[in-house]
């Protein structure tokens, strides 16, 4: 079963010691897109064996939601305190969400 939603990866990289500048980057701009129409969650995620990568991940009622916001004219002032880290190495990802489950099933087993 296909849920609709969508979710969207975008990399970043950033010099030894900026590491406070993307958290406090990604910050700004969940506090400044929240309560937009079809943004579900974003998240910031590092990686513990490359301290200057990250991503950050934001989930989709729907493609169509997040092109809306995409071709919105608060899109780019938006996004623009991590647009100098962008890793243009790796390219945004895009990955429709085929199916979930709440916690799995150890979390399942827990409420049983």
Do not use: K, N
């Not at 958290?23 to 079809?38: L, N």
């Amino acid at each position: 079963m296909v849920t609709g939603r969508i979710r969207v990866l975008l990399w970043y990289r950033v010099p030894p010691g900026a590491e406070a500048t993307v958290t406090s980057g990604y910050h700004a701009i969940a506090d400044t897109i929240a309560g937009t129409p079809g943004l579900l969650s974003t998240e910031l995620w590092c990686y513990p064996g490359d301290p200057g990568a990250f991503a950050v991940t934001s989930e989709w009622a729907s493609r169509e939601e997040f092109e809306r916001w995409e071709r919105s004219p608060g899109h780019r002032p938006a996004t623009a305190p991590l647009r100098a880290y962008y890793d243009p190495q790796r390219p945004v990802e895009m990955i429709e969400i085929a199916s979930a489950s709440e916690g799995g099933p150890a979390a399942r087993a827990r409420t049983a």
